[in-house]
């Protein structure tokens, strides 16, 4: 359950007179993809940074109303423990069925000591030391921590938004998809656009996701729960920003994904590979021509698992010790020759009895 708190100043809020900690400098990303469903919910980061005798404060992927007016961040000292309490609110008090992730920033003011406990929300998240290391992480969704200075973050999707064409767009103007891959290598990101992607005729989810295998490969998922046809008439074009890239990402994997979502969570009801291969993207850009999801939809189907032919050995008897026979039977359970004794014996898997 979410808790509201109406407030009307973001940048401070009343400093407690033993300690001098207070919260300041809250501010927020807005909406970065809309959701209707709870299920969806990527892992939330907590990072705080030292400075000086204050910390700096990101929440990464905090989920709340979209029609949220903004996020309010409270933070009180209690002896050794910090308890933070970050929650929307609403200017107009009206909220809406969809939720957004937000990345929330903050920085909590005069908290001058090497080590505190640490309570989020009313969660404990245990004991967080800043004695040897001045960044601390914790995974919100596994409170795995984080104390290494140079703490390797996740190569993850940082921004998704779509560009809907439709309106612009003429008939016979539609060509071809492609992704068009692009890497800044001064700031630790790789940026894609899907362009022309035809949207799909209902659905309320549409997101993208990323993750960094262990052979180096970039897969990329895009995700939706409504499946695009032929005769869709809709055209949008996809930004994705995958962050956190260190070096070129040459091996991409690009999937197009159509699931279902319940109080079960998300299951993957198709999956399509657009584009798994190698790419050239030494000058900062590459483009990957694609197909229409229906010609990928086409060729999935078209694809026949080849049959298995009979082996020789399917007709051999074999003991129950698995041990081959040199005699055996015929189609109709009668021996081929009379070598073979009495007793139980196996046939295609199957236990056969000869008397």
């Not at 960094?212 to 998922?221: G, H, M, R, W």
């Not at 939706?224 to 046809?229: A, E, I």
């Not at 260190?246 to 299951?267: F, P």
Request: net charge negative; with cysteine; aromatic share 10%.
């Amino acid at each position: 359950m979410v808790v509201v708190i109406m407030v009307t100043h973001l940048n401070t809020f009343a400093q407690n007179e033993e300690t001098g900690l207070y919260v300041g400098d809250v501010s927020n990303s807005g909406c970065k993809s809309l959701t209707r469903s709870e299920s969806v919910r990527g892992h939330s980061i907590l990072k705080l940074t030292r400075d000086g005798d204050n910390i700096i404060g990101e929440l990464t992927d905090f989920y709340a109303n979209c029609a949220a007016s903004g996020i309010a961040v409270k933070c009180e000292q209690k002896e050794q423990t910090l308890d933070i309490i970050a929650a929307e609110y609403s200017n107009s008090g009206d909220m809406a069925d969809c939720i957004c992730p937000y990345d929330v920033y903050f920085t909590i003011f005069n908290a001058k000591e090497e080590q505190y406990g640490l309570v989020l929300n009313g969660e404990d998240l245990g004991n967080v030391s800043f004695k040897d290391h001045s960044v601390v992480e914790i995974d919100l969704s596994t409170l795995e921590h984080a104390y290494e200075e140079g703490f390797e973050y996740p190569v993850k999707v940082g921004y998704f938004s779509l560009y809907e064409m439709t309106p612009w767009i003429q008939p016979g103007e539609i060509t071809k998809p492609e992704f068009i891959v692009y890497f800044l290598d001064d700031l630790w990101r790789q940026d894609f656009v899907y362009t022309y992607y035809r949207l799909p005729n209902e659905y309320t989810y549409l997101n993208a996701q990323a993750k960094l295998e262990a052979d180096s490969t970039l897969v990329i998922d895009i995700i939706t729960d409504g499946g695009s046809t032929v005769g869709s008439e809709r055209i949008a074009n996809l930004t994705i920003e995958v962050i956190n890239v260190e070096s070129l990402l040459n091996h991409i994997k690009l999937n197009h994904k159509v699931v279902t979502i319940d109080d079960d969570g998300m299951t993957d009801k198709e999956v399509l590979t657009l584009f798994d291969g190698y790419i050239d993207c030494e000058d900062g850009q590459s483009t990957i021509e694609l197909k229409e999801l229906a010609e990928y939809r086409k060729e999935a189907t078209q694809q026949v698992s080849p049959l298995t032919s009979r082996s020789a050995d399917d007709d051999m008897l074999y003991d129950l010790l698995g041990r081959r026979i040199s005699a055996s039977l015929n189609d109709k359970g009668k021996m081929i020759n009379d070598k073979l004794r009495k007793g139980l014996y196996i046939k295609n898997g199957r236990k056969i009895v000869v008397k």
